[in-house]
T-cell receptor, first 116, second 110 residues
Framework: GAVVSQHPSRVICKSGTSVKIECRSL??????MFWYRQFPKQSLMLMAT?????????EQGVEKDKFLINHASLTLSTLTVTSAHPEDSSFYIC????????????FGPGTRLTVT | QKEVEQNSGPLSVPEGAIASLNCTYS??????FFWYRQYSGKSPELIMF????GDKEDGRFTAQLNKASQYVSLLIRDSQPSDSATYLC??????????FGTGTRLTIIP
């Protein structure tokens, strides 16, 4: 149980294009999901918190117009990187908080984005 | 500001020995604590969580919590090479976001 999937696992795109990443909780409901970014050999950096049916809360320094988050259902959140640039290349990881057991938070396998 | 501190390591432990990972947290109101394991190039995987003072055991892993000292630890018994990874400690206050430490890199030497 407690499986979170992400799609795609790896994506290469050209500078200026947009990329959408999906995060799904497969066997539990997640009212709250989180999006992180991690650069090589660095710590996880929380980008935003998304709650089902409401606007995401972005961390300081994260551009909400560049990183669009939609949490349309209790099992799906999406992150769209708009007008991607090479500096957006990173490992994007989502996590989902179990609605019934809020102290449990599970991570998806991550999406490696490369912008050329 | 809530902070979680970990020794970044690397921590090297011989195979079969006990690996001890430590973590301190600044917010006395934090209620739950988590240990995640992250292999290189992979996402974090939840190993254990603890919210009561004392020890909690799960297989080869034991989490220890001391709220008075604001200290959390993870012991790995009979360390295996497959335990080599970065271990992330995190705290949770109420229903807020997790606060992560920077992680401790553990290497098990065969």
């Amino acid at each position: 149980g407690a499986v979170v999937s992400q799609h795609p696992s790896r994506v290469i795109c050209k500078s200026g294009t947009s990329v959408k990443i999906e995060c799904r909780s497969l066997d539990f409901q997640a009212t709250t999901m989180f999006w992180y970014r991690q650069f090589p050999k660095q710590s996880l950096m929380l980008m935003a918190t998304s709650n089902e049916g409401s606007k995401a809360t972005y961390e300081q320094g994260v551009e909400k117009d560049k990183f669009l988050i939609n949490h349309a259902s209790l099992t799906l959140s999406t992150l769209t990187v708009t007008s991607a640039h090479p500096e957006d290349s990173s490992f994007y990881i989502c996590s989902a908080r179990h609605t019934g057991r809020s102290y449990e938070q599970y991570f998806g396998p991550g999406t490696r984005l490369t912008v050329t | 500001q809530k902070e979680v501190e970990q020794n970044s390591g690397p921590l090297s432990v011989p195979e079969g020995a006990i690996a001890s990972l430590n973590c301190t947290y600044s917010d006395r109101g934090s209620q739950s604590f988590f240990w995640y394991r992250q292999y290189s190039g992979k996402s974090p995987e939840l190993i254990m969580f603890i919210y009561s003072n004392g020890d909690k055991e799960d297989g080869r892993f034991t989490a220890q919590l001391n709220k008075a000292s604001q200290y959390v630890s993870l012991l790995i018994r009979d360390s295996q090479p497959s335990d080599s990874a970065t271990y992330l400690c995190a705290s949770l206050f109420g229903n807020e976001k997790l606060t992560f430490g920077t992680g401790t890199r553990l290497t098990i030497i065969p």
